[in-house]
């Protein structure tokens, strides 16, 4: 089936400007997670979702981001007034009910803020 | 302190040759799971392996093995056989159901033809 797909692929933005990234978890998986990737690095969480909920928020990094999920399926990361320290590959993955410790990447956002 | 560090930043190794991919984590958790993510230039993050703290056997996956040992909490990634599509970096990670998971920083393979 399916594989997690997020959109846009990439993002170029200017400093300042607000920004919406999409993902689309595999269908029937009930936990969503995103990560963000630096240059260089591994990835850092930032939040995760159970159903609609997100009982863990501790990973994003300012109040400048949030994210939703409604009807238990897409969720949209927000960064507002992005900062060129917001450059980065943007993962969401998503894990079903039965294999809860396993995590399915998508392909990433790469955001880039002038 | 939940940490997952991959000293080797980078490594090379001649296509059919094995390579070993260090990892070691840290953790207070009893009951986790430890997985090795390969990411190409593509940035898609595949599932290579996985592995049940609980279980004491070494997971296999074809040509990917690991050498776990708990007490030392030291995870690393032997392939055999290695391919030229093998070739992207590799992240070491743990984490448990319902859960976020720990990356290490990634070690870029590289494979020689």
């Known amino acids: 089936g399916a594989g997690v797909s997020q959109s846009p692929s990439n993002k170029v933005t200017e400093k300042g400007k607000d920004v919406e990234l999409r993902c689309d978890p595999i269908?029937?998986?009930?936990?969503l997670y995103w990560y963000r990737q630096s240059l260089g690095q591994g990835l850092e969480f930032l939040i995760y979702?159970?159903?609609?909920?997100?009982?863990?928020k501790s990973g994003l990094p300012s109040d400048r981001f949030s994210a939703e999920r409604t009807g238990g399926s897409v969720s949209t990361l927000t960064i507002q007034r992005t900062q060129q320290e917001d450059s980065a590959v943007y993962l969401c993955?998503?894990?079903?009910?039965?294999?809860?410790?396993?995590?399915?990447f998508g392909p990433g956002t790469r955001l880039l803020v002038l | 302190a939940q940490t997952v560090t991959q000293s080797q930043p980078e490594m090379s190794v001649q296509e059919a040759e094995t390579v070993t991919l260090s990892c070691t984590y840290d953790?207070?958790?009893?009951?986790?799971?430890l997985f090795w993510y390969k990411q190409p230039p593509s940035r898609q993050m595949i599932l290579v392996i996985r592995?049940?703290?609980?279980?004491?056997q070494n997971a296999t996956e074809n040509r990917f093995s690991v050498n776990f040992q708990k007490a030392a909490k030291s995870f690393s990634l032997k392939i055999s056989d290695s391919q030229l599509g093998d070739a992207a970096m590799y992240f070491c990670?743990?984490?448990?159901?319902?859960?976020?998971?720990?990356f290490g920083s990634g070690t870029k393979l590289n494979v020689k033809p």
């Open positions: 993955a998503s894990s079903d009910l039965g294999n809860q410790e396993t995590q399915y």
């Open positions: 979702f159970q159903g609609n909920s997100a009982p863990d």
């Open positions: 269908s029937g998986h009930t936990a």
């Open positions: 592995q049940e703290a609980y279980k004491q």
């Open positions: 953790t207070s958790e009893s009951d986790y799971y």
């Open positions: 990670a743990h984490g448990r159901a319902f859960n976020k998971f720990y």
